[in-house]
């Protein structure tokens, strides 16, 4: 799989499962909605700076946004020892 996808595919599992919008991430990172929405599209070609920010907003590891096992996973639970907020 591409990782940007399990990146995207990562990042609004996390998002959903802490109950945030993507406009919420938005905010706390500092970026337009569009660009949250496109990073979970598998649009992004993010940088280093950006999956910081990102796991920052989700409250996980950044390594925990490119778990492909958990992308693939669908609906699975968050990896253990890691806990969204």
């Known amino acids: 799989m591409d990782i940007r996808q399990v990146f995207g595919d990562n990042l609004r599992r996390f998002r959903t ?6 406009e919420a991430v938005a905010e706390r990172m500092g970026v337009d909605r569009a660009y949250v929405s496109s ?3 598998g649009q ?17 590891k950044p ?9 693939a996973a669908g609906d699975s639970d968050v990896p253990e020892g890691s806990s969204p907020s």
């Open 17 to 22: 499962q802490a109950g945030l919008s993507q």
């Open 39 to 41: 990073m979970e599209r």
């Open 44 to 60: 992004q070609n993010v940088t280093l700076l950006t999956l910081w920010h990102t796991a920052q907003a989700l409250g996980v």
């Open 63 to 71: 390594v925990d946004l490119l778990d492909e096992d958990f992308a």
